[in-house]
């Protein structure tokens, strides 16, 4: 895709000065900006030692895109008044990615270790610029900078399985990650629903399996499946030839191409394309979407000729790919048709395997040793662990931290990309007034505010932690403005996240730095979400009573509030302090800028009192550390969940809930209610069942009620409260119980521990 450019007839612009102060980002190590300015204009040439012939594709590439912001032509190595310097030099103190820039009024120099280094200290001077100011003065501010990236690998990542984009949507990604710093693009070009790269010894995988009938009209969960007779036409592959050409674009831009090639499962459209390669060897037709009923999505894991297969796609990756890393997926597999595959147990007999699980580790570090043999290493999600990890593999933790914590302790280098706070497919404002997405709410403060080394680490196993990545599924995105919108401007949060030293960042220096590329992003014809003026309303209990804290994101904003279900005005309560709750009501909540509200809709959470509102909860199994909603007492908040999977609710990973509350005097009570959370593709299940007990003094317990699940566990999604009413008896403590699930036979998790998702307990 073309970056679009906005004109304006009626501009008559002479001079262009360059944005007010230095907003780069990332912020670097150390800047000092002087009076004073370098002006870029006719009588400025790019010099460089033409020994260093590497500088020359640097040179180029400022020269390339000081022509496309101003239309000025620098000339290279030329006797000119002013000079831009380009320098390798031996600075060991900044390392291979780091630069020092100093501008004067008659030189900028940029010097670095390596061509990198230059190329980030270029994209630094490109962001004081102005994105487009054509035939007029461009000025950079006098300055002098060292910097250099605190982590290594920073990366983002794009789902082309789903959606095929295209080569021009692609380098537009990678353009965007450069001008931040990025310096690693995860491209994954195998899934189900498509296969997105030419192999020439196997060519049924793009001519069948890079194709789909095509339902985009529908939300992707509720797709049927093909039927035999319909035309596929949605979908579309990369030759090798122009992967080989984006590979040479990305390079110039400091970017290396990791590529996944999913196995041993999310691969349905191979199976499309070679029923063979399934456990069944039954043929079916292209998943259109996420229904996957009677379609296998896995290799047989006891077939050797499923080996022979990938080696041989393996070696035409490895062939076009550079990057030593490749990425071989390994999440989510539906292990249901292992365990029924005679070729599979068999291959567990034979090897002396445990389980499906030792097949699966079978499976990696089989495939690992191929790779190792072609000099390359593999990356695997965090299921790479089940059964074994194999021994040179890193692991990409997505599903929260825990795996990478655990490779990590295992000297295993990690990459962090858990699906909170970096999963670019979630919500990131509203989600009133935005574009569908998959669910959950990743905002930019929250990505801004992640630490991807987690505080379980000690010293030693906090430096197998490389970095982090964000994560664009695209289930719900489906054009290249989509793409824009849904990593702009939180990629700009990640860069700064991984370059900028943990001491130097700044949430508020962040967002007046961020203004000037608001300003950008808008020249440039680019989409972008300028921010979530949702309010966070966040209940607290303070000596048994309930309390609300409203927040926004928003720098300078206010916020106005009613607690009567009618909708905020200037002329409403205006939030100062926190608010207390003594009664059931409706609280809404607006975001005002400059005098006006903003936000599609105002923020509103019911508050529902009863008798164990602010009452102290215990747990006997721990809440999950990714799903604590708002602290210990989110039971008894008042608060019930709502159908987003990150707010108000406590999650449980195969343990069962069991919560006391102590009422703190002895009490009439009549009914106990508990909220309940499904979302079968979340691997969240209602419990088996939820056990209502009483107790006078906290140590005998006396049962009250069981109430059994009813739902079907195969329900998309549903909320449900288990309630028990009963007659009046007196209890000072109450405990509730709900018994997890297993994931169910079909489910891409089948047999493995669920998720229980709990929200209010209310005791009447």
Same mark, same amino acid.
């Given at each position: ?8 007839l ?11 102060g230095?907003?780069i980002?990332?912020?670097?190590v ?5 009076s ?16 260093q012939?590497?500088?020359k ?13 101003s ?5 290279i ?11 390798i ?10 630069y ?24 630094s ?25 605190r982590?290594?690998?920073r990366?983002?990542?794009?789902d ?6 295209g ?14 710093k990025m ?10 629903q498509?296969?997105?790269i ?42 090798q ?13 400091n ?5 996944e ?53 393996l ?40 389980n499906e699980?030792?097949l699966q580790?079978y499976?990696i570090?089989?495939?690992e040793?191929?790779?190792k043999?072609?000099?390359r290493?593999?990356?695997?999600w965090?299921?790479?662990?089940e059964g ?6 890193t ?8 795996g ?10 990690v ?32 990505v801004?505010?992640?630490e ?6 000690n010293?030693?196993?906090a ?20 793409v ?7 990629m700009?949060?990640l ?19 961020l203004?000037?590329?608001f ?6 014809g ?12 966040k209940p607290t209990?303070?000596?048994a009573? #309930? ?5 926004t =994101?928003?720098?300078?904003?206010? &916020?106005?509030? /009613?607690?009567?279900? @009618?909708? +905020? ?5 205006k ?25 599609a ?6 508050f ?6 602010g009452k102290?909860?215990?747990y006997?199994?721990?809440v ?36 006391n ?22 691997w969240?299940? #209602?419990?088996q069942?939820?056990?209502? =007990?009483?107790?006078?003094?906290? &140590?005998?317990? /006396?049962?009250?009620? @069981?109430? +059994?699940?009813t739902?079907?566990i195969?329900?998309k999604?549903?909320?449900f409260?288990f309630?028990?009413?009963f ?11 709900a ?17 229980i ?8």
């Amino acid at each position: 895709m073309k970056i679009r450019i906005l004109f304006f007839l009626n501009l008559a612009v002479t001079v262009c000065l360059a944005q007010i102060g230095v907003s780069i980002i990332p912020q670097p190590v150390i800047m000092k900006v002087n009076s004073g300015n370098f002006i870029i204009d006719a009588h400025t040439a790019i010099q460089f030692n033409s020994n260093q012939k590497e500088l020359k594709s640097a040179a180029d590439f400022l020269t390339t895109n000081v022509k496309n912001i101003s239309g000025y032509s620098l000339q290279i190595n030329v006797a000119k008044q002013k000079v831009i310097q380009l320098m390798i030099v031996e600075m060991p103190q900044i390392g291979d990615e780091g630069y020092q820039m100093d501008v004067t009024t008659t030189s900028v120099t940029i010097k670095a270790n390596t061509k990198s280094g230059i190329i980030y200290g270029i994209q630094s001077l490109l962001q004081t610029l102005p994105a487009i100011c054509t035939n007029v003065t461009l000025q950079v501010p006098c300055m002098n900078i060292t910097d250099y990236p605190r982590f290594k690998y920073r990366g983002m990542h794009i789902d082309e399985s789903r959606h095929f984009f295209g080569p021009d949507v692609v380098k537009e990604y990678i353009n965007l990650m450069a001008s931040y710093k990025m310096n690693t693009f995860h491209w994954h070009l195998v899934d189900d629903q498509g296969w997105r790269i030419e192999i020439k010894k196997y060519p049924k995988l793009t001519s069948v399996g890079a194709w789909r009938v095509d339902h985009n009209d529908k939300v992707w969960g509720s797709r049927p499946q093909a039927k035999p007779g319909e035309e596929a036409t949605y979908g579309g592959y990369y030759s090798q030839e122009q992967i080989k050409e984006i590979i040479k674009y990305a390079a110039e831009r400091n970017i290396t191409i990791i590529p996944e090639i999913e196995m041993p499962g999310h691969v349905a459209s191979a199976i499309a394309s070679y029923p063979a390669l399934s456990c069944t060897q039954k043929p079916q037709l292209p998943l259109t979407g996420g229904n996957y009923t009677d379609m296998s999505s896995n290799y047989c894991a006891g077939n050797d000729s499923v080996f022979t297969f990938l080696e041989k796609v393996l070696t035409e990756v490895i062939e076009l790919f550079p990057s030593k890393y490749i990425h071989i997926g390994g999440d989510e597999v539906d292990k249901g048709p292992w365990k029924v595959c005679p070729k599979c147990q068999a291959k567990i007999k034979t090897d002396h395997l445990v389980n499906e699980e030792g097949l699966q580790s079978y499976f990696i570090k089989r495939i690992e040793k191929f790779m190792k043999s072609k000099n390359r290493k593999i990356i695997g999600w965090d299921e790479i662990l089940e059964g074994g990890l194999a021994p040179e593999a890193t692991v990409m933790s997505w599903r929260g931290e825990a795996g990478g914590i655990e490779a990590a302790k295992a000297q295993h280098d990690v990459i962090m990309t858990p699906g909170s706070p970096v999963y670019f497919d979630h919500y990131q404002a509203g989600p009133e007034g935005e574009p569908l997405a998959i669910g959950g709410m990743n905002t930019l403060k929250k990505v801004y505010d992640y630490e991807p080394i987690p505080k379980e680490l000690n010293a030693i196993e906090a430096k197998y932690i490389l970095g982090a990545q964000a994560n664009l599924w695209t289930e719900y995105v489906t054009t290249a403005e989509h793409v824009e919108y849904m990593v702009l401007p939180r990629m700009l949060a990640l860069a700064e996240v991984l370059w900028t030293q943990k001491e130097n960042k700044s949430w508020e220096n962040f967002n007046e730095r961020l203004q000037s590329h608001f300003k950008a992003f808008g020249q440039k014809g680019l989409h972008f979400s300028s921010g979530n003026f949702t309010v966070s309303i966040k209940p607290t209990s303070q000596n048994a009573k #309930l309390f609300v804290n409203l927040s926004t =994101e928003i720098m300078n904003a206010q &916020i106005y509030y /009613t607690t009567d279900g @009618t909708e +905020p005005t200037l002329s409403s309560n205006k939030y100062t302090d926190p608010i207390e709750i003594n009664l059931s009501l409706l609280l809404k909540a607006s975001t005002v800028v400059n005098g006006r509200i903003m936000g599609a809709q105002a923020a509103r959470q019911n508050f529902v009192l009863h008798k164990a509102i602010g009452k102290t909860v215990t747990y006997t199994n721990p809440v999950s550390k990714y799903y604590p909603a708002d602290g210990p007492n989110s039971l008894t908040d008042g608060v019930k969940g709502t159908d987003a999977v990150g707010k108000h609710w406590h999650g449980f990973s195969g343990n069962d809930l069991i919560a006391n509350i102590d009422l703190g005097e002895e009490k009439n009570i009549q009914s106990i209610g508990l909220g309940c959370l499904q979302n079968y593709n979340d691997w969240i299940f #209602l419990p088996q069942s939820v056990l209502f =007990e009483s107790s006078i003094d906290g &140590i005998i317990f /006396t049962e009250i009620k @069981t109430i +059994p699940n009813t739902l079907d566990i195969k329900q998309k999604k549903a909320m449900f409260e288990f309630k028990a009413d009963f007659p009046i008896l007196s209890a000072r403590y109450v405990r509730v119980s709900a018994k997890n699930n297993l994931c169910p036979v079909g489910h891409s998790g089948a047999g493995k521990p669920g998720w229980i998702f709990v929200d209010e307990i209310v005791v009447e």
